[in-house]
């Protein structure tokens, strides 16, 4: 019988790699990240989140990152309570220019926030690759000996 992928049994794209604990294929600018107690293992774009430029808020509830949703919901409402203390047209034309500014700032830095956050809470890199992508994009730090 024809291997009906057409690759010939061809095994140099192996999705399966060792290093690799999802089985997944992985894109080469996404990271996993997995907690040792838990099992629990989350992958992550590095680097600018245009899903948050364009959905805000609905990022982190679907990721179930609460922590980082009311961190955000909290600028978000201060920047708001700021900007309604004008009156009127300028108020308006404050309140847009200053949600497509917080939309730019959160796209620009929701995916260290949400990594950060993941590190504080027990996860580590999984792989090598990963590793080296997180360390790349200043996001991840080697731990220091408690020893020294």
């Not at 099992?39 to 808020?57: C, D, E, Y």
């Not at 920047?79 to 949600?99: H, I, K």
Request: with cysteine; charged share 15%.
């Amino acid at each position: 019988m024809q291997n009906p992928f057409g690759n010939g049994n061809n095994d140099d794209n192996n999705q399966n790699d060792p290093n690799n604990p999802t089985g997944l294929p992985i894109p080469p600018n996404f990271a996993t990240v997995v907690n040792k107690e838990s099992g629990q293992i989350r992958i992550a774009k590095v680097g600018p989140s245009f899903t948050a430029l364009l959905f805000n808020l609905w990022v982190p509830i679907f990721r179930s990152d609460w922590y980082n949703l009311l961190c955000m919901a909290g600028v978000e409402i201060i920047a708001g309570m700021a900007l309604s203390l004008g009156m009127g047209q300028p108020f308006q034309v404050a309140y847009s220019v200053g949600s497509y500014g917080l939309g730019i700032i959160w796209m620009l830095i929701y995916n260290m926030m949400y990594f950060k956050h993941l590190f504080n809470i027990g996860f580590v890199p999984a792989d090598d690759r990963s590793k080296e992508l997180l360390s790349d994009a200043n996001y991840w730090k080697e731990p220091k000996d408690k020893n020294e």
